[in-house]
């Protein structure tokens, strides 16, 4: 007797274990994504070697798939945010297939504006230095990343004869890695080196008998202080002016020095507001004709002729303290302490901040501007 017998196949496809959809948010920057990887199996066969290829679309630029699955590479070219779509089949060693649809949110680095502003130096008998200050269009920043931001304090004052407290530099600001000096304190009394160097160079002290010279300043953030010539009657020792954001301390013979000028950064603030504007240097005794110098525009402080008229510099300006009136046995003023500027777009800003920093707008961009430290997470 014969028998028939019907065979009966069952094909078995791939099953994938990776959700369809959005993969998540992967961003451009220097270093690789981390690496993804897409899992499908066989169910009736769990030793089949299960192979992937990208079928539809393109993954984002950068990237690439490997044939076990993996997705990896670091993601270039990007401008804007756009979700990147595509297809990736799943084939088994029988050569059965199963597609999935997925995407990426690509996240691209945007720019942004900042102005860095450090504390300014204290006065003594010359003005202090403003604190330096760094500003530019075109910082990158990468989503996702959270940047530190450091203001720096303004530099005390200190007495303004020969002994006693000597003043103090003023505290460095940054954003991130952008790092911005600061200002250096004024010089005291008849001392010929003790003017500071910062961000700005504090003023030389009063002097009755050699110049005194002003602290240096750093190169592309303030400049030099001003020196102290000798007396020069009707004006008993004058103190040199401290340094501003835009100019060196004038050297006055026979007068204290007006504070050096300061800054203006409205790309970036949206404002004419000066800032880093350095300290004025005081006279040593009040007497007919002296004159006091006045603080850079930008915050500084004026001289002091009698110890009642010494003047701190402006907060959050980076302005130099003025200098303190020697022969009144004065002490020179407070730097102003500093400030640091982002300016985002609009359509970019995160939202995500800490250190509460005030929050505008200028245009279609977000200014954010911090008077104390924090972080802003792009």
Known sequence: MAYNRKLLYTKSFPSWDTPEGNLGDVFQGSSPITPIQLVATEINEPGSTITYALTTGALPTGLTLSSSGEISGTLTGYTSNQTVNFTITATDDEGETAFRDFSFTVLAIYEAGYLVVAGGGGGRSGGGGA????????????????YSITVGAGGAGGYA?????????????????IIAIGGGRGGQNDTEYDAQSGGSGGGGGAT????????????????????????????????????GAAGQGPTLPGTSGNGGIGSQYPSITGTNVYYAGGGGGATWVQGTGSVNGVGGNGGGGSGAITTSSTSNATPNTGGGGGGGAGGSQGYGGNGGSGVVILRVPTSRYSGTTTGSPTVTTDGSDTILTYTGSGTYTA
Do not use: E, R, W
């Open 208 to 243: 009755s008998t050699v110049t005194t010279f002003g602290g240096i300043g750093t190169a592309g953030q303030g400049n030099n202080g001003g020196a102290a010539p000798p007396t020069q009657p009707p004006h008993p020792c004058a103190g040199g002016g401290g340094s």
């Open 131 to 146: 604190g330096g200050t760094l500003s530019n269009n075109s910082i990158d920043l990468t989503p996702l990343t959270s």
């Open 161 to 177: 004869i020969t002994t006693g407290t000597t003043g103090y530099n003023g505290g460095n600001s940054s954003l991130s890695n």
